[in-house]
């Protein structure tokens, strides 16, 4: 792997190629005062490509109590700074603070220009907000764009900064596509780039300018580069505590412990955030609590669970009506999957399609006399799931080819003729569907995997309606919900009549967890993983944070993804030509130590034969070099 140096030459030829001649003439804050004046925000809704909406914002905001929404700041989806600048319809589509768009820049400055706008910054359109950036809604909100180009990057910022309070560079995107283009986490070998793209808008724009990066291969390179993106003017930075190559099955766990040492090397007055391993609510704390940062982020445990940063106030609100579920001991609990997507759709019906929402019987709450019985709209709770399915599929897809499930009392039907080869081809030009191209609206089926994915896993004719809906479609969605009442009804009765939390055990939203071995005892504090990254634990696995945070399948809760080890022992895993050469040459290393360590101890030491069985258990699998904590990206 190539090491990533920044070079003083470099950083030195990036400060005179960025500086501009015009000088900055906007009074700003900047840095900390900056963040104060935004309420110094604690917790941060991380940026997410096409996840990270004004729906699924307003969303997470929603289960905090209302004096305290406008303290979570949150990040819009990254936008691509050249998209961005070359098409108007781009703009519109992605970017919708008005009902007519984002307005050009040659109104924007003679609209500024003749004293309507404040301190020098631009007017806003005379017309009431719509969606991002609202006042009331969607505020602080920081906007995030990939770039490459100093002059695209500035344009695009022009055009949001009305509606936003910073916007950000990202440094962080590890993807394929990343590399490609040269944005995000492939421009760490070119600092004088990275400090133009910077330096520009901190001279430039009247709203300060942030970046989220990560960690690169040492912590002295990782502190040269966050000074650099200081220097260059970012008034925070967001730091991801996984390299560039932990992605995917190698994603591993972020260390904290370099985010750690950022703040103390740091001048004091920097403000950061930390970004990884948030599984849950009280990961939050911890992470504070570990790396000294000044708010931390979550990205995929937000996506899982939308309430993560709801705290015992806000939990104990939607415990009153029943959205927060809590089980028998009094310890393990959750937000309802049920509950949860009826506040989405309406705020997909309220704000984005300004529409009144579809009337809806009362939650299901074990002993209230007003929902004791199934709503006449939805299925029965004693249907199976087949018949749900199919009946659904039938009223709703219009499917020559799908057949009806019976009752007992009901005639079987005749056979049904043999299908003609690829029917929905045919069907799909038949069906009518409205196209849209609608941020919140494309983004409901993506968010709907992630939230139901410890419950489609089970309840696979779920999955299988979902895969059927399409952008848009709220009757789909609707009767998805339905499906998920249903469920959630009959487990909660049958938890009523015995509440013994073993059933609702085996969620299928992770791997299984390794068998024990045979007489070796073990206690949850000992296997418990160890969130702040430290250097030892007792086993080698997710299975302990999976026990965690395992509830009910109709319960948010975060996929905690299989160590890199474990992924590549079944499989899912593989091993690049120089990966291997890698693994085989260590391995012949440290065989080769343990074998001259074996000679000179007498017979039957435990030094060298504990780490020769070791070893004979592992011939044939290389064990890749990986953390040992098995957490997902937050």
């Not at 929603?62 to 929404?69: A, D, E, G, T």
């Not at 995917?248 to 391993?277: C, K, M, Q, S």
């Not at 299975?543 to 890199?564: D, E, F, H, M, N």
């Not at 000679?599 to 069985?613: D, I």
């Amino acid at each position: 792997m190539a090491k990533r140096n920044l070079s003083n030459e470099s950083l030195e030829s990036s400060r005179t190629q960025s500086k501009m001649e015009v000088p900055t003439k906007w009074p700003k804050l900047t840095g900390r005062a900056f963040y104060e004046s935004i309420g110094s925000p604690k917790y941060i809704l991380a940026p997410m490509v096409d996840q990270s909406e004004f729906a699924w914002r307003l969303l997470t905001r929603s289960f905090l109590p209302f004096s305290q929404r406008s303290s979570l700041l949150a990040y819009t989806p990254m936008f691509h700074a050249r998209l961005f600048q070359e098409t108007k319809t781009f703009r519109d589509h992605h970017f919708q603070p008005s009902r007519t768009g984002l307005p050009s820049l040659a109104a924007s400055k003679s609209s500024s220009a003749s004293g309507d706008g404040e301190d020098g910054q631009q007017a806003l359109p005379n017309e009431p907000p719509y969606l991002d950036g609202h006042p009331t809604h969607d505020r602080p909100l920081i906007v995030q764009f990939c770039s490459n180009s100093p002059q695209e990057f500035l344009f695009a910022a022009t055009h949001v900064s009305p509606y936003c309070d910073a916007v950000d560079l990202n440094l962080g995107c590890p993807q394929g596509i990343a590399r490609k283009g040269h944005y995000g986490s492939f421009l760490q070998e070119s600092p004088d780039l990275i400090h133009s793209l910077i330096s520009t808008l901190a001279e430039n724009l009247h709203v300060p300018v942030t970046a989220k990066m990560r960690v690169l291969d040492t912590r002295e390179d990782t502190l040269k580069y966050a000074k650099m993106l200081l220097e260059a003017g970012a008034s925070w930075i967001a730091v991801h505590g996984r390299r560039r190559e932990q992605k995917g099955h190698e994603t591993g766990l972020a260390d904290w412990h370099i985010i750690r040492y950022l703040r103390d090397e740091l001048p004091p007055e920097t403000v950061i955030f930390a970004n990884g391993n948030i599984l849950g609510y009280e990961d939050l704390d911890r992470c504070l609590e570990v790396t000294g940062a000044d708010g931390v982020m979550s990205a995929e445990g937000n996506l899982c669970d939308p309430g993560i940063f709801a705290g015992p106030e806000g939990r104990e609100e939607g415990r009153k009506g029943g959205e927060y579920w809590v089980g028998s001991d009094g310890r393990k609990g959750g937000w309802r999957i049920d509950a949860v997507l009826r506040r989405y759709l309406d705020i997909i019906y309220t704000h984005v399609l300004e529409q009144t929402p579809p009337s809806r019987p009362p939650l299901f709450v074990p002993g209230k006399a007003e929902n004791a019985e199934p709503s006449p709209a939805q299925p029965a709770a004693s249907e199976t799931p087949a018949t749900t399915a199919s009946k659904s599929t039938l009223n709703t897809d219009n499917n020559s080819t799908t057949t009806t499930t019976t009752t007992q009392d009901e005639e079987e039907p005749p056979p049904a003729k043999k299908p003609k080869p690829n029917p929905p081809k045919t069907q799909t030009k038949t069906k009518a569907r409205t196209k849209t191209t609608s941020p919140n609206l494309l983004a409901i089926r993506p968010h709907l995997f992630h939230l139901l994915r410890p419950l489609i896993s089970t309840h696979t004719h779920i999955r299988d309606r979902l895969a059927r809906s399409y952008a848009g479609d709220m009757q789909s969605y609707e009767e998805i919900l339905r499906m998920i009442e249903d469920i959630t009804r009959e487990d909660l009765v049958a938890y009523a009549a015995n509440p013994n939390p073993e059933p609702f055990e085996e969620s299928n939203n992770t791997a299984p967890a390794p068998a024990k071995q045979e007489g070796k005892e073990t206690n949850d504090k000992a296997e418990e993983v160890v969130v702040d990254g430290g250097e030892e634990e007792e086993e080698e696995s997710s299975a302990s944070t999976i026990k965690k945070y395992k509830r009910p399948v109709w319960i948010c809760q975060p996929y905690v993804r299989p160590l890199p080890k474990e992924a590549f022992e079944r499989g899912s895993l593989s091993l690049g030509k120089k990966a291997r050469r890698k693994m085989e040459a260590e391995r012949e290393e440290q065989e080769g130590k343990a074998d001259e360590e074996g000679r000179g101890r007498e017979s039957g030491g435990s030094g060298s034969g504990g780490r020769r069985e070791e070893r004979d258990e592992r011939d044939g699998v290389p064990a890749p070099e990986v953390a040992k904590e098995a957490m997902v990206c937050g």
